[in-house]
C-alpha cells in the first residue's frame, strides 16, 4: 500500500495486528487486520555487499529484491 499511513494501530498478540491505514490521495482509511504488518519508509534499497550475487536472491536493475504475492 503505497501513499499510505497507519493512523492507528492495535497489537492483538497471538491474534495479529489491527491497522486503521489512509491513502493520502484521497483519504479514504481502510481497516486491516493482520497476521503480520511491515512498514517500509523510503524506496532505496541497502543491498550492496550482502553477497546476494551468490544466492538465488534475484533483484532489479535498482538493486530492489524481487518479490511475488507470497514475498
Not at 491497522?19 to 519508509?41: G, H, M, P, R, Y
Amino acid at each position: 500500500m503505497l501513499n499510505s499511513r497507519v493512523n492507528n494501530g492495535v497489537n492483538n498478540k497471538a491474534n495479529g495486528v489491527s491497522l486503521a491505514v489512509q491513502n493520502v490521495k484521497d483519504n479514504k482509511e481502510t481497516q486491516l487486520d493482520v497476521d503480520v504488518c511491515l512498514v517500509s519508509i523510503g524506496r532505496r534499497p541497502f543491498t550492496d555487499g550482502l553477497g546476494l550475487e551468490n544466492t538465488d536472491v534475484q533483484m532489479n536493475e535498482r538493486g530492489q529484491v524481487i518479490t511475488n504475492d507470497h514475498w
